[in-house]
């Protein structure tokens, strides 16, 4: 699995979302994108990745696609409107890729993210004000458990959506 940092430049969102289409069914593999501040941490997207994985793998998908199903997944909820808005949108900003599959086609879809974006200099995980707005979490619980401690309520989030089914 690569969990790919870059600045993504999105001028038309159909597009763009067409170009990373294209890299799916090219190679082959899971690949989704990120708006970089929906997302904690590489962990984030890991456990999004195995969790819808064991999900179509039981035929307890909710989405069609795999790619999809890791959006759900990482976004903590069964909405696709509501997921979707972790996506990326017009304008520039820092994003996070996923690409997974057998090992040479990944290495080949991770190329084509790179032609697609460029390189960002200080790159940052997750904006605290739109995790906490996203993901639902009071100043209550990030009180209780911490700042330096928001990935795990995040991940409880991943996490409980299997409970939630």
């Given at each position: 699995m690569s969990v790919l940092e870059r600045t993504a430049v999105v001028e038309d969102t159909d597009d763009f979302l067409a170009q990373l289409a294209d890299v799916r069914n090219e190679h082959g593999v899971v690949a989704q994108a990120f708006d970089a501040r929906y997302v904690v941490s590489p962990l984030h997207i890991e456990e999004a990745v195995k969790k819808a994985r064991r999900s179509f793998d039981r035929g307890e998908n909710v989405a069609d696609t795999l790619s999809m199903e890791v959006l759900l997944y990482a976004a903590g909820t069964r909405q696709i409107d509501v997921a979707t808005r972790m996506g990326l949108h017009l304008g520039e900003h820092d994003a996070v890729f996923v690409v997974d599959g057998d090992p040479t086609a990944e290495?080949?879809?991770?190329?084509?993210?790179?032609?697609?974006?460029?390189?960002?200099?200080?790159?940052?995980?997750?904006?605290?004000?739109?995790?906490?707005?996203?993901?639902?979490?009071?100043?209550?619980?990030?009180?209780?458990?911490?700042?330096?401690r928001l990935e795990h309520l995040v991940l409880e989030r991943v996490a409980l959506l299997d409970v939630n089914k």
């Open positions: 290495e080949e879809a991770a190329e084509t993210v790179h032609e697609m974006t460029y390189d960002v200099e200080g790159f940052t995980y997750g904006d605290e004000s739109h995790l906490l707005d996203f993901f639902g979490l009071t100043d209550e619980e990030v009180d209780a458990v911490g700042e330096d």
